[in-house]
């Protein structure tokens, strides 16, 4: 089994910045990936960024390659969102997945809200 628990979400203003971090515990060892998506009110989960055990990363959404970063920390099986510059319409509940041995884990999601 593999948990997944993501922390930073909040309510920032727009133009503002915040970072999330997922940890991810339990039985995890060979090449996984983990990645961002978010589902605002009323629309489809959207893959955001995935980072590879290879150490490659991308940035899946269009909408927010130059304001977003992902990163991760192999020693702390932690990954983390930069997110800059944040706009309305970033605002959704953010999941931390995690893609190990044809099995996918979420995470219980963090709400960012972007307002003024």
């Known amino acids: 089994q593999v948990q997944l628990v993501e922390s930073g979400g909040g309510l920032v203003h727009p133009g503002g910045s915040l970072r999330l971090s997922c940890v991810a515990s339990g039985s995890i060892f060979g090449n996984y990936a983990m990645g961002w998506h978010r589902q605002a009110p009323g629309k489809q989960r959207e893959l955001v960024a995935t980072?590879?055990?290879?150490?490659?990363?991308?940035i899946n959404a269009d909408s927010v390659k130059g304001r977003f970063t992902i990163s991760r920390d192999f020693a702390k099986s932690t990954v983390y969102l930069q997110m800059n510059n944040l706009k309305a319409e970033d605002t959704a509940v953010y999941y931390c997945?995690?893609?190990?041995?044809?099995?996918?884990?979420w995470g219980q999601g963090t709400q960012v809200t972007v307002s003024s």
């Open positions: 997945s995690l893609n190990i041995r044809t099995q996918t884990y």
């Open positions: 980072y590879y055990t290879s150490g490659i990363y991308t």
